[in-house]
C-alpha cells in the first residue's frame, strides 16, 4: 500500500531514477547531476547497492537497495550472485573474460524487472550507466514515455578500441566469439522478442555496446583526453542518431576528512591540460576506483589471488614511472582526487606528472596481472 502510494505521489510530478552498479567510478560522477535535478524541483529515485546509500541520500535524492528491487520485482534476493552464476551458463570458460560486460544471460533475465519497477515508479527521465547497466536502458524502451540518458564515466565512447590496442586482440574477435556461443545466442533472441528490435546487435557486430547508448550520452571527460573513435564506428552512431557530450570531470564535494584540491591547484590543472593543444605533452597516471576502493578481494587492502595489496600495486606502479621520468617532471598536487568507495578512507593523495621535454620517450611497463580484477573501466 505504501509503495502504491509512493507511486500515485511520484507519477504526479517530475520524478527522474538513477539506475547504477556499486563501483565508485561510476556512482560519484552521477551525484552531482543527481543533486542538481533535486535542487530543480526533480524527485529522485537512485537504485544502487547499500554501501553508496549515504553519498547517494546526501543528495537529496530517495535510495532503492537494488537486491531489494530485484528480489520484489523479480524473486533475485542478490543480484551480484546472479550474474557471477550466470558466467557457468555460457559454458565456456573463456566468457569469464567477456560475458560481465558483452553477456546478455544476466540483462535477458534483468530486463522485465526493471520494467515492472519503471512502471510501477512511472518516471519521466532515467540517468543510468551504460557500461554495467543496459538492462535499465532496455528496460526503459518498453515505457513510451521514458527518456533515458546514458552517463558514460569511461574515456568516450573509444574506450574499448583503446582497450584493445593497449592489450591485444581485436574486436572483430571478441564478436565472432560472442556470435558463436549458443547460450548468448538465446539471451539475444529473447531480448530481441522482449524489446521487439530483431536487429539489435547485442554484441555480435561492431561497434561493440552500441546498443548500450541512448539518444543522448553524457560523457565525464574532455575531447581532448577521450579516447578516440574510429570514423567507422562515428558513422554508425551517426546514422542512429546518438549524440556523445563531453562534460568533463563531475566532481562531487570531497569528504570532510580529506583535504581538497585549492582553486590554485585547479587552476593550474587546467593550464596544463590546455597545454595539450600547444604542443606540450602530459602523461596521466590513474589506478581507477577498483584497486583503490573497498572492496575486500580487488581493492585497497585485498590482494585479488595475488600477493600484492592494492595499495602496493599502486606503490609500485607510481615508483616505476616517476624513476622512469623523474629528469623530466614536476608534481602537480591535486589533492585526494582519488575517492574511496564509502566507508572507506580516502584514496592515495594523486599527482599529475607534467613533461617538460618536448618529446616524450616511450614508457615500458610491466603489464598487469590477469588476475587482478579490474576491467577495462575500473
Known amino acids: 500500500m505504501a509503495s502504491s502510494a509512493r507511486s500515485s505521489v511520484h507519477s ?25 535535478l533535486v535542487d530543480l524541483g526533480w524527485q529522485v529515485v537512485y537504485v544502487c547497492n547499500p554501501s553508496f546509500q549515504s553519498v547517494i541520500e546526501e543528495t537529496g535524492a530517495e535510495f532503492r537497495d537494488v537486491n531489494a528491487v530485484c528480489e520484489s520485482f523479480g524473486g533475485i534476493s542478490d543480484l551480484r550472485e546472479m550474474i557471477l552464476q550466470s558466467m557457468a551458463e555460457y559454458q565456456d570458460p573463456g566468457a569469464k573474460m567477456w560475458a560481465m560486460n558483452f553477456g546478455s544471460i544476466a540483462t535477458e533475465r534483468l530486463i522485465p524487472i526493471f520494467a515492472d519497477f519503471f512502471k510501477e515508479l512511472s518516471p519521466k527521465l532515467l540517468i543510468y550507466c551504460p557500461v554495467l547497466c543496459p ?15 546514458s552517463l558514460l564515466t569511461a574515456a568516450g ?41 530483431p536487429r539489435m546487435s ?9 546498443d548500450y547508448y541512448a539518444p543522448l550520452n553524457l560523457v565525464t571527460t574532455l575531447p581532448s ?23 568533463g570531470p563531475l566532481l562531487v564535494p570531497a569528504p570532510s576528512e580529506a583535504a581538497p584540491a585549492s582553486a590554485e591547484d585547479t587552476s593550474k590543472l587546467f593550464e596544463e591540460i590546455g597545454g595539450v593543444e600547444a604542443g606540450r605533452e602530459i602523461v596521466y597516471v590513474s589506478m581507477g576506483t ?18 600484492l595489496t592494492g595499495k602496493q600495486i599502486c606503490q609500485a606502479v607510481y615508483g616505476a614511472v616517476q624513476r622512469t621520468w623523474r629528469s623530466g617532471w614536476r608534481q602537480l598536487p591535486l589533492g585526494d582526487s582519488v575517492r574511496r568507495s564509502p566507508g572507506g578512507r580516502s584514496g592515495p593523495r594523486s599527482t599529475l606528472p607534467v613533461a617538460r621535454k618536448r618529446r616524450a620517450k616511450e614508457l615500458h611497463l610491466p603489464p598487469a596481472s590477469a588476475s587482478s580484477g579490474a576491467s577495462a573501466t575500473g
Open 290 to 307: 577498483v584497486v583503490t576502493g573497498n572492496h575486500e578481494e580487488y581493492g585497497w587492502r585485498g590482494c585479488s589471488g595475488t600477493v
Open 202 to 210: 547485442l554484441n555480435t557486430s561492431e561497434p561493440l555496446v552500441q
Open 225 to 247: 583526453l577521450a579516447d578516440p573513435l574510429s570514423e567507422k564506428d562515428a558513422g554508425v552512431y551517426f546514422a542512429q542518431g546518438k549524440k556523445f557530450e563531453f562534460v
Open 157 to 197: 565512447p573509444g574506450y574499448w578500441d583503446a582497450a584493445f590496442k593497449a592489450h591485444g586482440g581485436t574486436a572483430q574477435q571478441l564478436v565472432e566469439t560472442i556470435a558463436k556461443n549458443e547460450a548468448n545466442q538465446v539471451a539475444v533472441s529473447k531480448i530481441r522478442v522482449k524489446l521487439e528490435q
Open 12 to 36: 504526479q510530478n517530475r520524478l527522474a531514477v538513477f539506475v547504477f552498479p556499486g563501483a565508485a567510478g561510476h556512482v560519484n560522477p552521477s551525484l552531482p547531476i543527481c543533486r542538481r
Open 135 to 149: 538492462y535499465a536502458h532496455f528496460a526503459a524502451s518498453l515505457l513510451p514515455k521514458l527518456r533515458s540518458v
